[in-house]
């Protein structure tokens, strides 16, 4: 189903605030595939319109690879673990310099 680095359009619900809502793009960063396809979560990291100038945010452009259609930035700060069912559809994928610069500001968001 959904793979690491893969774009999904995302049913996040109604959310709090300042967390995603509704049908947005989210980028997949785990688990990795030795949990294999029966483990029922996944976990993203959703993406905005909204350039709000800051270093956690990386910049994704919208591209025939991406499958966005608008300069999107990919909020490292709101990782979160979701069920597979909300999962709308796949929309692309990122470049691996997108997925280093994400994989980065991760590990420092979580100094883990």
């Known amino acids: 189903m959904a793979s690491i680095d893969e774009l999904w359009l995302v049913d996040f ?42 270093s956690l945010h990386v910049e994704v452009e919208p591209t025939l690879q991406t499958g966005l259609d608008r300069t999107s930035f990919i909020q490292c700060e709101l990782v979160r673990s979701i069920n597979r069912s909300r999962l709308v559809r796949p929309l692309g994928a990122v470049s691996p310099d997108i997925s280093h610069q994400v994989a980065r500001v991760v590990r420092t968001l979580l100094d883990y």
């Open 13 to 54: 619900g109604n959310p709090y605030p300042g967390e995603p809502a509704s049908h947005r793009p989210a980028l997949v960063i785990g688990p990795p595939s030795a949990f294999g396809t029966g483990f029922p979560f996944v976990i993203v990291v959703p993406l905005t319109t909204t350039h709000r100038r800051l």
